[in-house]
RNA sequence: GGCCCGUUCGUCUAGGGGUUAGGACACCAGAUUUUCAUUCUGGUAACACGGGUUCGAUUCCCGUACGGGCUACCA
């Protein structure tokens, strides 16, 4: 069993987006299974036919190609040797292997309605009881286990709907082995009855993610915190088909926390708090009301995926240094479940920027540069890749995304309509008006125009006139730009060119005055 | 209610029987800067509580409190 090749799976329900706590489940999945050198497999649980979202599937598959955190195996990446990757479509099998358990007398036949189950926990509940379906309260209901095997035949021979439930043993100390969180033990009087099958011909979760995971040699079960009070229900299946020696170890992760007091994250949180919940933006039915519903991804945020996965990598685990900044190849290297931390993380937006900006840093100019012009060419601009690229570095600087490129830079492409109103009114007087004049006639006679050249022109400019350049030196950026600050005054001089500076200080000094 | 899981600065966390309890985000202050930002330096700030065990517990054990998850023919 030690010797059996890693292979784990990622396993949504298509309900409805993944959100940014399933992408961190995938990428946990993603990190040991490659860190191991085995499979990670994506497998789709659509057994809940009401539920089912249309487009969810397709969402999962391009949320997970653009986190960089690809399947090597399952729906929408290729079939490897277990196919079918969609429950719905191995529905076959699992009748099979409910039978099964019907036939070895770990699970039976039951044929109570809604309303009959309803009533039954009502008198639990007035008698104080807990559990519902179990060893003691079977025995009052209608199932394969009270009734006689005629009338058994009889009712599904005549079409009457039923479901079949696992029969949990009465008195048994159920051990689950959580890589996690070590032992956890609990006692099967306290389970109930789980449905195996729906009457509807589909497995329930429990039945098809064990019949799945053994099917397709999965040796390490790795999901949410949610999981683990069914965790015991799923080794007694796996017992009970005889299936013991080759079950996947367990490792249930810490849930991820709404940043503002407690509770899971919840997709509601993002509206709410104004930050993503979900990898990339779409529009999808609500899988309760059938409504469609847009949300917002990470990718339309500006978030740049490995600085989204990176970020994501750090709520929940941590390797033993002060290391932060993480490529996903270090992260696969560095990964292990045991250094995942046993409590839920509260998920801070603000460090989430923090990455962001991180990896833009990272990036080179020139592939900053190439995110801008897409941006530029929507708007209709033709710039020299050349400029762009110069002009990024002039101010990237002060944007932790690339989509503030424009705020920070669009005066380098659009001449200013408007001058800061502030410093206008603090600086603009007779002399400085005339000094900017003065520097305006001087830069027109360069022939050479260089920052430093600039630079020191104004210098001369402004001693000449006897004027001190702190007192003019804002307003002269805000007469090239129109704003009170930016990048460097002489790089951005430079990099617009004589004939533009000269142009807006013209401009400037006219529209100013009046 | 029952069962299960958890608890180190506001947040993510490192640490682990004897430490000035470390780092990062955020925040504050100073320096640099023509502006904003960057950068640099510094600072505020944590072992939930009560019992054990021990020479010594933040660390181990038990309890309490608090938080969370689950409790469907949902996953």
């Known amino acids: 069993m030690e010797n059996r090749r890693v292979r784990v799976r990622f396993a ?69 040797a277990y196919a079918p990757y969609r429950q719905s479509d191995r529905k076959p099998m699992y009748r099979e292997y409910a039978d099964q358990l019907i036939h070895s007398g770990n699970a039976y036949y039951a044929f109570d309605t809604s309303e009959e189950l309803g009533e039954m926990r009502k008198l639990i509940e007035a008698a ?15 199932n394969s286990l009270t009734l006689s095997e005629d009338e058994v035949k009889q009712r599904i021979a005549a079409g009457e709907p039923y479901v079949i439930r696992m029969k949990i043993p009465r008195n048994e100390e159920i051990r689950v082995k959580d890589l996690i969180r070590g032992w956890v033990v609990v006692h099967s009087g306290q389970m109930d009855d789980k449905v195996l099958f729906k009457s509807d011909g589909m497995p329930t979760y429990h039945l098809a993610n064990v019949v799945d995971d053994y099917t397709m040699k999965i040796t390490h079960v790795i999901r949410g915190e949610e999981w683990l009070p069914s965790a015991p229900l799923h080794v007694l299946l ?35 708090l104004g930050f993503p919940v979900f990898p990339i933006s779409g529009n999808l039915q609500d899988s309760k009301t059938k409504k469609m519903e847009s949300f917002t991804g990470y990718r339309e945020s500006g978030y740049f995926p490995d600085a989204f996965i990176n970020m994501l990598a750090l709520l929940g685990w941590h390797s ?9 190849d270090e992260l696969v290297k560095d990964f292990s479940l045991d250094r995942v931390s046993k409590s839920g993380a509260k998920f801070d937006p603000e460090k989430s920027k923090w990455f962001n900006q991180q990896y833009l840093r990272k990036r080179t100019d020139a592939a900053l540069a190439a995110i801008w012009m897409t941006e530029l060419k929507t708007k209709g601009f033709t710039p020299d890749p050349i400029f762009v690229e110069k002009a990024v570095r002039l101010i990237k600087e002060k944007a932790m995304f690339a989509n503030e490129f424009w705020t920070l830079g669009s005066f380098l492409f659009v001449a200013p309509e408007a001058y800061d109103a502030e410093v206008v009114k603090k600086r603009w007087n007779e002399n400085s008006a005339k000094f900017v004049a003065a520097v305006n006639t001087a830069y027109q006679a360069m022939t050479s125009f260089t920052a430093a050249e600039a630079e020191t022109l104004f210098k001369q400019t402004a001693e ?13 950026r ?11 005054l002489f790089e951005m001089c430079e990099l617009l060119g004589k004939d533009e500076v000269v142009k807006r200080l013209t401009r400037a000094v006219q529209t100013i005055k009046a």
């Open 478 to 488: 805000v007469c090239v730009s129109g704003a009170a600050g930016g990048p460097a």
């Open 320 to 328: 033993s240094g002060n290391q932060e900044l993480y490529t996903l």
């Open 128 to 142: 104080g009881g807990t559990s519902s379906y179990n060893a003691i309260t079977r025995q009052n209901m209608k």
């Open 464 to 476: 000449t006139q006897a004027i001190k350049t702190g007192e003019v030196m804002q307003l002269f």
């Open 12 to 80: 949504p329900s298509p309900t409805g987006p993944l959100h940014m706590g399933g992408v961190r489940t995938a990428l946990y999945n993603y990190l040991f299974a490659k860190h191991h050198g085995g499979d990670f497999i994506l497998r789709i649980e659509d057994t809940d036919q009401e539920r089912f979202v249309p487009g969810a599937e397709e969402y999962i598959i391009e949320a997970l190609k653009w986190c960089g955190i690809e399947p090597n195996e399952g729906i929408g990446f290729g079939d490897g």
């Open 238 to 272: 796996y017992r009970s088909f005889g299936w013991e020696a080759v079950m996947p170890e367990f490792a249930h992760l810490p849930l991820l926390l709404r940043p503002d007091g407690n509770g899971k994250l919840s997709k509601r949180d993002g509206d709410r």
